[in-house]
């Protein structure tokens, strides 16, 4: 499958994971690491809760990108992300605690996991900062609300964010967490405080730090993340690429000149001086003596994880005609440095199909993509492979394109067009000329403009 998201090349998390509450994510990440055995090596966060939920989802690299983004964008410390994960091809084992165990069993669980005694504490202390008991799974602790199909939800602490109010609370006996004082007098359900309390609460004590707390939970969390089956090997933690290139589309404008359209971000914490340089098309030099242009704008990426980090990086946004009939590679001066990916540039594989985002259309519930197809040969086939994201990422049946001559000729290029239905989709688009099958990969219909078909 190839119409994936770039793991990896910069933090990528999908709509749906986004749509889903940041306590529900590290709760949902838990429950799949859960099914680690230290004993056989088997289990950990390997997405098997796909399988043990009935029930879609990404995959666990993503799963575990999403808890470094919850848990940054709830206020609590940056987690170190590995990749590598290897998505599970069945159910695990159950390996989930109910809070009516004993803290013997608990701490059989979080041993068979790979934690000890004080981490088990740690860790569900960081886990129950955010979050809490809802009504529906537990009516004996939590009261239905008075809001129509609306759950109640009584948090761990008095904060929704993620900080150690789970903790100070708890040892100053001001805490309304249901896991530690129950209800109605019952303490069968009251497993944060057979926890907590378990080794008379020293590692509560150590949490009070709010310095200590984040330390901890960024360890105990990154380990929980990279609890993977023994065979599983992860990648180096990923740092931030000094330079990020994304957005890359070459197209035919509507003037017979090709248009670059791409964004460049750097981590630089100052705007630069930056000029985006390109070569011929099979050259390594500009005939046309013009192969530059700066950005159109540049704006400041403010996200919680950047901040986190310390940096504010720039995104700077470039769309530029190209004289040239086609380029081969661009690259990047930045304050008189030369940034070319290593010395290769970034390299433009292929000319012969473009997608063309500007001439395809949203319908509601189907696109119009439109191709761009060099002239100076005819396609034996031009088609694109769909995939519907939400959830599990499915390939839908290949539609073909044909070519479409109420689309004025550009640039070199005719257009092929044809509709593919779905509403959030990325695509392949392929193109067979005198045997050989050209492609652009991984394109992405959210900038397409809404209109009829
Ligand atoms: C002894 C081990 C644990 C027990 C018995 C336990 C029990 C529970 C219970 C009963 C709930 C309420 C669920 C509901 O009302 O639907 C809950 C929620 C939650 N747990 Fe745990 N938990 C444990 C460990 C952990 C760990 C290690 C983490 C993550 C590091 C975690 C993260 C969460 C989160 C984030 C929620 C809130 C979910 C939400 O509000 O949507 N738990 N847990």
Not at 46 to 54: H, K, Q, R, V, Y
Not at 77 to 104: E, F, H
Not at 148 to 174: C, K, R, S
């Amino acid at each position: 499958m190839k119409a994936s998201p770039p793991i990896g090349s910069g933090l990528y998390v999908t709509e749906n994971y986004l749509a889903m509450a940041p306590s529900q994510l590290l709760l949902q990440a838990y429950h799949d690491m859960a099914t680690h055995n230290i004993d056989d090596g088997t289990g950990g966060l390997d997405n098997s809760i796909t399988f043990e939920l009935d029930r879609a989802e990404e995959n666990s690299d993503v799963t575990a990108i999403g808890v470094v983004l919850a848990t940054v964008e709830c206020g609590g410390p940056v987690i170190a992300l590995r990749g590598g994960r290897i998505d599970a091809s069945s159910a695990g084992p159950p390996g989930v605690p109910t809070p009516d165990q004993s803290v013997d069993d608990f701490i059989e669980t979080f041993r068979k996991q790979g934690f000890t005694q004080e981490e088990m504490i740690a860790l569900v202390a960081c886990g129950h900062t955010v979050g809490g008991v809802h009504n529906p799974d537990f009516p004996t602790l939590v009261p239905p609300g008075d809001i129509p199909f609306e759950d109640n939800i009584v948090l761990f602490d008095g904060t929704p964010q993620f900080d150690n109010a789970i903790v100070t609370q708890y040892l100053d006996g001001t805490t309304g967490n249901l896991l530690v004082i129950g209800a109605n007098g019952n303490s069968t359900l009251s497993s944060d405080l057979r926890v907590f309390s378990s080794d008379g609460n020293v590692t509560m004590q150590s949490l009070a730090s709010p310095e200590n707390f984040a330390a901890t939970c960024a360890t105990l969390l990154g380990r929980m993340i990279d609890t993977v089956p023994s065979n599983v090997t992860l990648t180096d933690v990923i740092q931030p690429l000094p330079v990020k290139v994304a957005g890359v589309q070459l197209a035919p404008g509507y003037d017979d000149t090709l248009v670059l359209n791409l964004t460049m971000r750097l981590l630089s914490n100052t705007a630069r001086q930056v000029t985006l340089h390109w070569a011929d098309r099979g050259s390594t030099t500009c005939s046309s003596g013009t192969c530059s242009a700066s950005p159109i704008n540049s704006t400041l990426i403010t996200t919680p994880l950047v901040g986190a980090l310390g940096l504010s990086p720039i995104k700077y946004t470039f769309s530029t005609p190209i004289a040239n009939t086609s380029i081969s590679a661009f690259w990047f001066e930045v304050d008189g440095e030369i940034e070319n990916n290593g010395g290769s540039g970034y390299v433009i594989e292929q000319d012969r199909v473009l997608f063309s985002p500007d001439r395809s259309v949203y319908a509601g519930s189907s696109f119009k993509i439109v191709a761009a197809v060099r002239n100076d040969s005819v396609p034996s086939g031009v088609y694109v492979e769909p995939y519907q994201r939400g959830g599990v990422v499915t390939r839908t049946a290949s539609v073909n394109l044909t070519l479409n001559a109420s689309i004025t000729p550009s640039a070199g290029y005719n257009f092929y067009s044809g509709e593919v239905f779905g509403e959030d989709l990325t695509f392949d688009l392929f193109a067979e000329i005198d045997g050989t099958v050209y492609e652009e990969e991984f394109r992405d219909t959210h900038f397409i403009g809404f209109g009829t078909i």
